[in-house]
């Protein structure tokens, strides 16, 4: 069993929709959960970061941790066409000396216009 | 304007050649990262660099190596001995290594070796 399950999609929604991706994980020594965008052929972006269970808001996303449940989400309001891209899933625990990351294997968004 | 930037973008080696990566950075980060990314796995670490002159394995090192000899500058080289080379390389950078969770990437390097 993989430590970070991500859904590869592609997940298909139409412009303006409300987008909901998810990551489920086994480890509860995870601190930190972040999320980021990578648009094809880029590097990785990253989106928001949170420690603590519950909701962090930026703008349009909205990213949910529910360490009880080991289920995070990121929401994304009123998407966009330049919305569409892959989203990572990531989390870090203290190991070594350092928070080492373990990466999902990415969401494909479409949003259609 | 900060950030990361590799080169060259894209690559193509034979087999059995070696190859070097660059990857430079202006964000005065103390740490550095080298990922590789291929279809349908997560990203995986390869080397790490937690201040100049020191780095630290990964979990797929076998086959590559690095040097920090600039705080700026982790270049990564691609061995003969790593068995399947091709893939898309990414390197990032934190602040410092206990911020790991805050990385940046660069644009990437995508590596073909036939």
Redesign the interface.
């Known amino acids: 069993q993989k430590e970070v399950e991500q859904d590869p999609g592609p997940l298909s929604v139409p412009e303006g929709a409300i987008v909901s991706l998810n990551c489920t994980y086994s480890n509860s020594a995870f601190q930190y959960f972040m999320w980021y965008r990578q648009y094809s052929r880029k590097g990785p972006e990253l989106l928001m970061y949170t420690y603590s269970s519950g909701n962090k808001e930026d703008g349009r996303f909205t990213a949910q941790v529910d360490k009880s449940s080991k289920y995070i989400s990121l929401f994304i309001r009123d998407s966009q066409p330049s919305d569409s891209a892959t989203y990572l899933c990531a989390m870090s625990l203290y190991s070594g000396g350092y928070q080492k990351v373990t990466f999902g294997t990415g969401t494909k968004l479409q949003v259609i216009p | 304007d900060g950030g ?1 930037t ?1 080169s060259p973008k894209y690559l193509f080696r034979k087999e059995g050649q070696n190859v070097t990566l660059s990857c430079e950075q202006n964000l005065n980060h103390d ?1 550095m990262y080298w990922y590789r990314q291929d279809p ?4 995986r ?1 390869i080397y ?1 660099s ?1 201040i100049v002159n020191d780095f ?1 394995k990964g979990d797929i090192a076998e086959g590559y190596s690095v040097s920090r000899e600039k705080k700026e500058s982790f270049p990564l080289t691609v061995t003969s001995a790593q068995k399947n080379p091709t893939a898309f390389y ?1 390197c ?1 950078s934190s602040a410092q ?12 390097t ?1 590596l073909t070796v036939t």
């Open positions: 990361i590799q740490a349908g796995q997560g990203l670490l790490y937690q630290q990414l990032a290594i206990s911020s790991s969770y805050e990385q940046y990437f660069g644009p990437g995508r």
